[in-house]
């Protein structure tokens, strides 16, 4: 491990104001926990937050067994993130138990799924209620959960984004958005940005750029990548370009209402329009913040006029909200509404069944451009007989009410924008005394660390290092996710942090969450 990662342990110690914990929420015994904030040396392990869930006695299969069963019988692609995987065994909240009964706090929460804390107890009893009642029925029968859930889904979305497909997955969601965009334009071309992720299916591998998960074998034909306005890594950026309270330590000219980098980024994707495609197009897919790539954010202003331009080539705007939606980035409820913008279809997932197999496709009545003339859901059933078998079935729907509700009634997106911010400006103090913290960025929920080898490089810092400092956060009890595009994610610089909006109460969620922080990143000066 770089000496660099040892002296940033010893500094992350995010100071709160006096410390105070609601009669609401368990209180830590008096002292012993602040003196473990303070008095912890590099190589201690931080005692943990109080937590008044005991999990059950792990009695399943041994950890060597599972081991070879995975081996033997599972797929041969390495995704486990740890030399020796971890093995889980219950869920609470914020809290991941293992075999052993170590407690982890997730930070990653399932690759940004678990949206409003594991087995939360309102979604729990209505999943429960619903098995109990009908478990699958399919689309050739009505049923009142799915009706339930397009109304309560279709009233959190502007008009005229009202017409609402289900499905099981966020690949699934964006293969028909594929399929609704070329249907209702006529044409083939979709442009993509490079670093997107929008699926690792046959069809939407074509949208998704991102290196290790493409394949020598054609795939999804009539895709085409644009450059991504990444205002830290790309040939421009500034002080004043992205939407979020730090901004890149890259200096410009640049006034705060003007963003040269933002007009830049345009002519690349004009270039892409004019040389890469044909003279119209199907449509531009986008990720209000790039997930995968490792939260990357786009200049102020730019998906609005690229929107413009691909309407003015005759495609449909898709925002992928797989991984912003639902109130993650805390100052609205949809990522395309941070940019201003009114796509005409929106895919989801993730977040949207908490982890239950979920997503949906909502389009317009038409296209938000001159051409008004049919229905885009219209488009879709003239040419095809569209049926899905799972999607929107009782159980899911059942799920997904239940979610929105949990949402609304613990102001979780006001806790995602409160504890986000609080988070980035710390996190953006510790980039200002470290040199390998190259950038901090984000949103709300959605935070990004990209390490570096040094700031004036910023080449990435190396896959050794970023799996030491994975393997050293695990050991402490906290759980992260990485992003990058460089052919393994480990060796991409972005070093991702995802700390989902659960808590055991939604009055004393934000405060909780800030004393987690406290305790987490604390060793002695």
């Excluded at 389009?363 to 229905?375: F, R, S």
Aim: charged share 20%; aromatic share 10%; glycine share 8%.
């Amino acid at each position: 491990m770089t000496l660099a990662w040892r002296h940033l342990l010893r500094a992350l110690y995010l100071e709160t104001s006096t410390p105070r914990t609601p009669k609401t929420c368990p209180s830590p015994k008096a002292g012993a926990f602040w003196t473990s904030v303070t008095k912890l040396g590099l190589h201690t392990k931080p005692s943990m937050p109080p937590c008044d869930f005991t999990p059950e006695r792990y009695q399943s299969l041994a950890y060597n067994r599972v081991l070879e069963i995975h081996k033997q019988h599972l797929s041969p692609v390495l995704t486990a993130y740890f030399s020796e995987p971890l093995l889980l065994h219950q869920g609470h909240m914020e809290w991941l138990f293992d075999y052993e009964g170590n407690r982890y706090l997730d930070f990653f929460s399932g690759i940004v799924t678990v949206s409003v804390g594991h087995c939360h107890p309102k979604v729990n009893a209505v999943a429960q209620k619903q098995l109990g009642r009908l478990w699958h029925t399919s689309a050739v029968f009505f049923h009142p959960p799915i009706h339930e859930y397009a109304e309560k889904l279709s009233a959190l979305l502007p008009e005229p984004l009202k017409v609402i497909f289900l499905m099981n997955s966020g690949s699934e969601a964006n293969d028909l958005a594929m399929l609704m965009a070329r249907a209702h334009s006529n044409n083939t071309d979709i442009i993509s940005f490079r670093g997107a992720y929008h699926g690792c299916s046959p069809y939407t591998l074509g949208l998704t750029n991102v290196g290790f998960y493409k394949m020598e074998l054609p795939s999804g034909m009539g895709c085409q990548s644009t450059m991504c306005p990444d205002v830290f890594r790309g040939p421009w950026g500034g002080s004043h370009c992205r939407d979020s309270p730090v901004q890149t330590i890259r200096k410009c000219s640049c006034a705060p209402d003007c963003c040269q980098a933002k007009d830049q980024y345009i002519e690349q994707f004009k270039d892409t329009l004019n040389t890469s495609v044909a003279k119209s197009i199907a449509g531009f897919f986008a990720e209000p913040i790039q997930g995968v790539n490792g939260v990357v954010q786009y200049p102020k202003g730019f998906l609005k006029e690229a929107f413009e331009l691909v309407r003015e080539w005759g495609g449909v705007c898709i925002a992928d909200e797989v991984q912003t939606g639902f109130g993650r980035l805390g100052s609205h409820f949809w990522g395309f509404q941070t940019h201003g913008v009114l796509p005409d279809i929106v895919t989801m997932a993730k977040g949207i069944g908490n982890g239950f197999p979920m997503a949906a496709v909502v389009t317009t009545p038409g296209l938000e451009a001159e051409i008004q003339d049919q229905e885009i859901a219209k488009s879709l059933a003239k040419r095809l007989l569209h049926f899905n078998t799972f999607g929107g079935n009782p159980m899911a729907c059942a799920i997904g009410s239940s979610v929105l509700e949990v949402i609304k009634e613990e102001n979780l997106q006001e806790n995602s924008q409160e504890v986000g911010t609080y988070m980035l400006l710390k996190f953006a103090k510790l980039r200002d005394e470290f040199e390998i913290v190259g950038d901090v960025r984000g949103k709300g929920l959605m935070i990004g660390i990209e390490m570096v080898k040094d700031k004036t490089s910023r080449q990435p810092l190396p896959r050794e290092e970023v799996n030491q400092i994975h393997q050293d956060c695990k050991r402490m009890g906290l759980l992260i996710g990485r992003g990058g595009t460089f052919s393994q994610v480990t060796r991409r610089l972005a070093f991702t942090y995802h700390f989902r909006h659960s808590a055991s109460h939604p009055r004393c969620a934000s405060r909780n969450q800030k004393l987690i922080l406290q305790w987490k990143y604390s060793v002695l000066p």
